[in-house]
């Protein structure tokens, strides 16, 4: 991969051992004695129970920039696992990679905005509007539906509205859901859930680390306050898990700061809509779904007005280079038949059909740089094993 700037061609290739955000849960309930289909890629020491906290947006480079601004967590970084989170590097994809422990070729939730096939139209899978039946658009069974029916006492802990949402569904469902709003909140939560079994998984959702970043970007003092007090009560909640818990954090993604001046408005260059059927994706890693017979045409289009501030290719070829990992016949015709990744501080926006605040936001993500793509695995072993 390469970093966000400058941007220099293509970015490098990742090696094939190199661990994913779809590794983690998979290695934690081996860790926990639950058997996997195939022999998981990490591998954690035996615990008798587990709690993970998903921290949106908590990029490796970004934390490693701010380790100073967090004690607790610095001290998981000189032995923690550098993951990627796969591609897009988004929250909707990586919530499909997290909660099933499959790539995005698999479990079919390829990006923000992506097409029903079926009736050739697009969705936003964070809100999931309008969406597909969730169980049908993702019918493999996730690592938490895994666990509970080996025994382990499954809970999930986050807003009230992520209950029976699309996307948890999706990508999430299995075990007790357990509503709580506050960060304090979440952590009674779970210190709760992981003292009520002695084989307990909990998993912890944190959001408004990821918001400080679009809204006020990830060189703001909002973002590091914010890191601030996630630290603190993460170290709270190491402090007082059972001495046989193993407490793990990682991310969805990373972000970067995208100025103003660098986004491309297609409201005002509608010669890059030539050929497009539907634009899906996101700002900085855009789905086009093209015309038939266009894609060629659409790709030289974006690439010339681009040039190296991003990388232009067609399905085919970012399917072949194992982006989304091996891609089920199903899944295919939902990822865009060209995709533009920005490779520097660029976005492309539409403000013809954006809502304003879409437009207002600083910090992005969804592309293919080391500083969006790159995120933690920190890991504090059970004191007992």
Known sequence: MSEATPAHGAPEPLAPSTLHLWDVLPAVVSALGVGAPTQPLLTLAPTRRAVVVLVDGLGEQLLRRRAGHAPFLRTGLETAYGLVCGYPS?????????GTGLPPGAHGLVGYEMLVPAEDRIFNALSWQDGPDA????????????????????????????????????????????????????????????????????????????????VHGVDSWEWTAELERIDAALAELAARVPPDTTVLVTADHGMVD??????????????????????????????????????????AAWQSRLGEDARVVCRADLVAEGAFGPVSDTVLP??????????????????????????????????????????????????IA
């Open 135 to 214: 169980r049908r658009w993702q019918p493999e069974p996730t690592v938490f539906e895994r666990a509970e029916r080996a025994g382990v006492a499954v809970t999930r802990i986050g807003p009230g509205f992520f209950d029976g949402s699309g996307l948890t569904t999706a990508a999430l469902r299995g075990g007790d859901f357990v509503a709580a709003q506050e960060l304090s909140a979440r952590v009674e939560a779970a210190l709760a859930a992981v003292r009520r079994s002695p084989r307990a998984l909990v998993y912890l959702y944190w959001g408004d680390l990821d918001k400080a970043g679009h």
């Open 334 to 383: 939902r990822i865009g038949d060209v995709l533009v990744n920005a490779t520097a501080d660029i976005a492309v926006v539409d403000s013809s059909r954006m809502r304003p605040e879409l437009l207002r936001l600083v910090g992005l993500h969804g592309s293919v740089t080391l500083a969006e793509a790159s995120i933690p695995l920190l890991v504090w072993p059970a004191r």
């Open 90 to 98: 988004t929250t909707a994809t990586s919530m499909g990679s997290f």
């Open 258 to 299: 995208v100025p103003f001046d660098r986004r491309i408005d297609l409201a005002d260059e509608t010669e890059l809509l030539a050929g497009v059927r539907h634009v899906g994706g996101e700002p900085r890693a855009v789905q086009l779904y093209t015309q038939p017979g266009a894609s060629g045409d659409v790709a």
